[in-house]
């Protein structure tokens, strides 16, 4: 006989991860992307920085920050020296959970375009901290990414999908606010620790 078999998500603790109270925007500023991670060649970071970088070219005010390291470190200097980018992009190595934190609240919009994954905990963290979150179309961001409401997935096939996600949300912060704030209610109910302990 078949076994029927329950999937418990990973939680996150949203009373820690939490949008800022203090966060002021201004206008003209760029668009604040945030990536976190291992860097490695699941993550696509050399190949997501050539699509910034093409979003740049078309107008597109952005400023990328890279968290993390792994042994695709020297392939994401490459690509940032060849494509002219160091004004725009920051690559810090790993951060403590608080430095982390505050990355995530002084940021607009989180970034994960990987070819596949697990759950990934930091997109959960990036929505519970009230973000907006543009991710690669694959099952695991479908289950925490609801495509238009609380963020974007794009087609990895098809990178001028997310030239034109990063052009709405540069041209519409109230936007991003709304989609961010409709993730978080998302983490809330679905992925707080409360709710996971109630799974098991």
Same mark, same amino acid.
């Given at each position: 006989?078949? @076994?029927?078999?329950?999937?418990?998500?990973?939680? @996150?603790?949203?009373? $820690? $991860?939490?949008?800022?109270?203090?966060? &002021?925007?201004? !206008? +003209?500023?760029?668009?604040?992307?945030?990536? &976190? /991670?291992?860097?490695?060649?699941? #993550?696509?970071? *050399? #190949?997501?920085?050539?699509?910034?970088?093409?979003? #740049?070219? #078309? =107008?597109?005010?952005?400023?990328?920050?890279?968290?993390?390291? /792994?042994?695709?470190?020297?392939?994401?200097?490459?690509?940032?020296?060849?494509?002219?980018? *160091?004004?725009?992009?920051?690559?810090? =190595?790993?951060?403590? !959970?608080?430095?982390?934190?505050?990355? $995530?609240?002084?940021? +607009?919009?989180?970034?994960?375009?990987?070819?596949?994954? =697990?759950?990934?905990?930091?997109?959960?963290?990036?929505?519970?901290? /009230?973000?907006?979150?543009?991710?690669? +179309?694959?099952?695991?961001?479908?289950?925490?990414?609801?495509?238009?409401?609380? /963020?974007?997935?794009?087609?990895?096939?098809?990178?001028?999908?997310?030239? +034109?996600?990063?052009?709405?949300?540069?041209?519409?912060?109230?936007?991003?606010?709304?989609?961010?704030?409709?993730?978080?209610?998302?983490?809330?109910?679905?992925?707080?620790?409360?709710?996971?302990? !109630?799974?098991?």
């Amino acid at each position: 006989d078949p @076994v029927c078999v329950g999937v418990i998500p990973n939680g @996150v603790d949203t009373q $820690y $991860y939490h949008p800022s109270g203090d966060r &002021v925007e201004r !206008k +003209d500023a760029p668009l604040q992307l945030l990536l &976190v /991670g291992r860097f490695h060649r699941q #993550k696509r970071i *050399p #190949k997501t920085l050539r699509w910034l970088a093409e979003a #740049k070219r #078309k =107008g597109v005010n952005l400023f990328t920050t890279i968290v993390g390291d /792994g042994p695709e470190r020297g392939a994401i200097r490459a690509v940032i020296e060849e494509l002219k980018m *160091p004004e725009s992009v920051t690559v810090k =190595g790993w951060l403590n !959970k608080e430095e982390l934190r505050r990355e $995530y609240q002084q940021a +607009d919009c989180y970034l994960n375009c990987s070819s596949y994954e =697990g759950m990934p905990n930091t997109v959960l963290e990036a929505m519970s901290c /009230g973000l907006p979150v543009i991710a690669s +179309d694959i099952p695991p961001h479908r289950h925490l990414v609801e495509h238009q409401v609380t /963020g974007y997935l794009v087609d990895l096939d098809r990178p001028e999908s997310l030239i +034109d996600q990063l052009t709405e949300l540069a041209t519409d912060s109230r936007r991003g606010r709304a989609m961010g704030e409709a993730g978080r209610q998302v983490v809330l109910t679905s992925y707080c620790w409360q709710a996971v302990a !109630k799974s098991y």
